[in-house]
């Protein structure tokens, strides 16, 4: 248990309506992660945070913003919700090499 | 570009079988890979890990094999148990690189 807790744990939102993800830990980890899970895609990275304010895209990034104010807390927005962001999200932290995930998100976008 | 390949999406083994799990990268420049598990509404949880350096590498019932050549490795479950049944995915780095490369997963099911 790397201490990561992700709020909501489920969320069924309108198209065009702002969402956002929270994703909490407690052991002060430097790197931060958010990745979305799609049937036939495995995990694909949306953006990541190596320390506070200092954030990089990922692979798909578009249409998602991040936000890094403290170092317990990574934010993951989606300004206007589409369909096709209709996933599970998951949040991690980097130990060494490894990466350790939160329980994820169920976003479903109607 | 899928820099990490499953390429079985799903596999159903007998319990108390040997189950093998197949993944295959193209970049040349990953030197540690990883194997993860996954159980439904549950996030991912790290199996098993394997350098560049070394070609195996065993944690119980669990070894990693990797062939650098043929950009090969495999995970090999003996012997199998019904909560084996999960999605894996392999995951490839390299080093100072913060980003894992993962693959698409291949679900494994025991079968009783």
């Known amino acids: 248990d790397a201490g990561i807790t992700q709020s909501p744990r489920h969320k069924v939102t309108e198209t065009g309506t702002p969402v956002t993800l929270r994703c909490h830990q407690t052991?002060?980890?430097?790197?931060m992660y958010w990745y979305r899970q799609d049937p036939g895609h495995g995990l694909r990275l949306i953006h990541y945070?190596?320390?506070?304010?200092?954030?990089d895209k990922g692979e798909v990034s578009d249409g998602y913003s991040v936000s890094r104010s403290k170092t317990e807390d990574f934010l993951l927005t989606l300004e206007s919700a589409t369909s096709s962001q209709t996933s599970v999200y998951f949040c991690?932290?980097?130990?060494?090499?490894?990466?350790?995930f939160g329980p994820g998100t169920r976003l479903t976008v109607t | 570009d899928q820099q990490v390949k499953q390429n079985s999406p799903s596999l159903s083994v007998q319990e108390g079988r040997i189950s093998i799990l197949n993944c295959d990268y193209t970049?040349?420049?990953?030197?540690?890979f990883l194997w993860y598990k996954k159980y439904p509404a549950e996030g991912p949880t790290f199996l098993i890990s394997?350098?560049?350096?070394?070609d195996k590498n065993e944690d119980g019932r669990f070894t990693v094999f990797l062939n650098k050549s043929a950009k090969h490795l495999s995970l090999h479950i003996v012997p199998s148990q019904p909560g084996d049944s999960a999605v894996y995915f392999c995951?490839?780095?390299?080093?100072?690189?913060?980003?894992?490369?993962f693959g698409t997963g291949t679900r494994l099911t025991i079968i009783p």
């Open positions: 991690a932290i980097r130990t060494g090499y490894e990466q350790y």
């Open positions: 970049n040349s420049m990953f030197d540690y």
């Open positions: 394997i350098s560049s350096i070394k």
């Open positions: 945070s190596y320390g506070v304010k200092d954030t």
């Open positions: 052991e002060n980890h430097r790197y």
């Open positions: 995951a490839a780095t390299n080093f100072g690189n913060e980003k894992l490369t």
